[in-house]
C-alpha cells in the first residue's frame, strides 16, 4: 500500500508524489521517452527513472517506434540506445539525429555498449543537453539520476572512455603529431 503522497504506477511501483507527473517536490516531472531493443534494460530503466521523480512517458523497441512517440508526446529528454533494430548498427543514433532536427529543445542521451567516436562526435557537435554514456561504465544509481538531470536542464556530458578515445583518433589524423607521445614534430 502507498503512503500518503504517493501512488502506483502501472507496473505497481510506488512514485513519491500525489500527482502523476508531478515530482516529489511539487514541481512538474521532466517527461522522458526511452528507446531500447532490450525490453529487460528499458522496463529497469524506466523503473529506476520514475522511482526518481521523473514522468516516463514512453518507450519504444527501435528508431521508427522511438521517432512516432517523441514527435507525439514531446518529451523534455530522449534516453537512446544507439544499436537497435533492424540492422543492430547506429539506428539509435540516426533516430537521435532526426530528433535533433525537428525538436531542438529535447535534451538526448545516448547509451551505448561500445566507443562509436564518428558517430559521437557528430551528435555532440549539435550542441548543449546532450549526453553520450557507455553503459558498463555506469556504476552509481545516484550519479547516474544527477547525470540525467544535468543533462535536461543543458548540460552535455561525455563518458571519459570516450574523451579517451576522442584523443587518440584526433592524433591519429593529425598528420603533424607524433604517434608515440602526441607532441608536434616530435617523430623518434
Known amino acids: 500500500m502507498p503512503q500518503v503522497g504517493a501512488w502506483v504506477d502501472n507496473r505497481g511501483v510506488t512514485i513519491s508524489s500525489a500527482v ?7 514541481e512538474r516531472a521532466l517527461r522522458v521517452v526511452l528507446a531500447d531493443d532490450d525490453v529487460l534494460l528499458r522496463e529497469g530503466l524506466a523503473s529506476l527513472l520514475e522511482r526518481s521523480g ?49 525538436l531542438p529543445g529535447t535534451a538526448i542521451i545516448v547509451l551505448s555498449a561500445h566507443v562509436e ?21 555506469i556504476t552509481d544509481v545516484a550519479e547516474f539520476i544527477e547525470t540525467v538531470g544535468r543533462i535536461a536542464a543543458g548540460a552535455s556530458v561525455v563518458d571519459p572512455s570516450l574523451v579517451s578515445e576522442l584523443i587518440r583518433a584526433r592524433r591519429r589524423r593529425d598528420p603533424l603529431m607524433c604517434c608515440h607521445c602526441g607532441n608536434v614534430r616530435c617523430w623518434p
Not at 502523476?20 to 511539487?26: C, R
Not at 562526435?121 to 543537453?129: I, Q, Y
Open 20 to 26: 502523476p507527473g508531478v515530482a516529489a517536490g511539487g
Open 54 to 102: 521523473f514522468e516516463v512517458v514512453g518507450q519504444a523497441g527501435n528508431g521508427v517506434e522511438l521517432l512516432a512517440l517523441v514527435r507525439s508526446a514531446r518529451p523534455e529528454l530522449a534516453v537512446i540506445d544507439i544499436r537497435m533494430p533492424p540492422g543492430h548498427a547506429t539506428e539509435g543514433l540516426q533516430a537521435a539525429r532526426v530528433i535533433r532536427a525537428e
Open 117 to 137: 567516436v564518428d558517430e559521437a562526435m557528430e551528435l555532440l557537435a549539435g550542441g548543449e543537453r546532450t549526453g553520450y554514456l557507455l553503459k558498463s561504465r
